[in-house]
């Protein structure tokens, strides 16, 4: 009996392994089918070279093309009459003050007097020449005697030239007592004041010749050897506002204190640049050639500039660049580029080296 029930128990438990094998074993899970990576759409240029101006960044501040002083030219004179203020723009010959000319009319009639008083004269000594030359014919009178009346005429000539000379300069003095602009311009000072008694050469007003201010670019030393006469400026002014310009003059020294030379620019009239702003801009040299790409293709990581380019197998490798100049919406690539690369033209900051995309456009150029 006992060898009977063992051999029970073995098929039994035979039974059990075997359902467990056919039942309790879990299937297998299929593997997923892997997703295919999705690359992104990119436009391709070409590095192009074109003729760029060179450009000098320089600062300085704005200041008149030339300043006229009005003086007064007569003086111990009272200022009758003010016709001009600050910022006013005058012609030449516009009357901008008048003094008080009493006395300077007073005088003018006193000279008047002198020179007829003088002219009675002359002609006085002429008559009394003429009738001692007609009596000096019968011998009444010496030739010492004659040459006395002829004396006396050479003296009255002189003494008439002499007056009229005097009424002359009275004259001169009453139109000085109208102080009038002695060019077109802009009013910037005025120092008169009504009713002042002026000393001949007080100032009394101050102008901008023309209404012209210019830019006085600082340089130094190995800046200045490569500005010319009559180059483009594009100057940025404290307001935000452009102004463009021209070289009119470039210093022929440098300041000794500070080792610096100044270029005069001319900018039109009209504009919002007023004498005494501070502002920067930047000076077209001659042009050079550059080999440039659209700013967008640039990238800035780390400090760093990169692009992207293309190869033929449509994965993209990030490579270092040096950048130079820019001009509108390119860049100058000064180093780590080639003329014939195929450079990614925006997206750079989606992607990363090696990465697969797809190219939508390639151009020719950089534009």
């Known amino acids: 009996m006992k060898p009977a029930l063992g051999y029970g128990l073995l098929a039994v438990a035979a039974l059990i392994l075997s359902g467990w094998l056919l039942f309790g074993r879990a299937a297998p899970v299929p593997a997923a089918a892997p997703v295919p990576a999705t690359s992104l759409s990119v436009e391709a240029v070409q590095p192009r070279r074109e003729d760029w101006p060179q450009v000098l960044v320089a600062s300085g501040a704005l200041a008149p093309w030339q300043e006229a002083v009005i ?3 007569t003086g111990s004179l009272r200022i009758a009459s ?7 723009r005058v012609k030449k ?5 008048t003094l008080a000319d009493a006395s300077v009319l007073a005088e003018e009639n006193k000279q008047k007097a002198a020179v007829a008083q003088a002219r009675a004269q002359l002609q006085e000594a002429r008559s ?6 007609l009596v000096g014919q019968s011998g009444a009178l010496s030739e010492q005697q004659l040459e006395e009346y002829r004396v006396k005429v050479q003296t009255a000539e002189a003494n008439l030239a002499a007056t009229n000379a005097d009424l002359r300069s009275t004259r001169i003095k009453l139109t000085q007592t109208r102080i009038v602009a002695v060019d077109d311009g802009l009013i910037s000072a005025r120092k008169a004041l009504l009713g002042d008694v002026v000393a001949a050469g007080t100032e009394l007003f101050r102008m901008i010749r023309a209404d012209r201010i210019e830019w006085q670019a600082e340089l130094d030393a190995r800046q200045l050897p490569r500005v010319r006469v009559g180059q483009s400026t594009q100057l940025e002014l404290p307001g935000g506002a452009q102004v463009e310009g021209r070289v009119r003059l470039v210093s022929p020294v440098l300041d000794s204190k500070t080792s610096r030379a100044l270029v005069y620019v001319s900018l039109p009239a009209g504009t919002p640049a007023r004498a005494g702003m501070y502002a920067s801009g930047r000076i077209e040299l001659a042009p050079s050639t550059a080999l440039a ?6 990238v800035l990581r780390d400090g760093r500039s990169y692009v ?8 993209v490798s990030q490579q270092g660049v040096e950048v130079g100049r820019r001009r509108g919406r390119a860049v100058e690539i000064v180093g780590g580029l080639t003329e014939q690369a195929q450079v990614v033209r925006s997206g750079g900051a989606f992607l990363s080296d090696g990465a697969s995309v797809t190219l939508v456009r390639a151009e020719a150029d950089a534009r």
């Open 82 to 88: 003010l016709n001009a203020d600050i910022g006013d």
């Open 128 to 133: 009394n020449a003429r009738r001692a030359a």
């Open 71 to 73: 003086s007064a030219e």
């Open 308 to 315: 992207f380019v293309l190869g033929p197998d449509l994965h």
């Open 93 to 97: 010959g516009q009357v901008l003050a």
């Open 293 to 298: 790409v659209p700013d967008t293709a640039v």
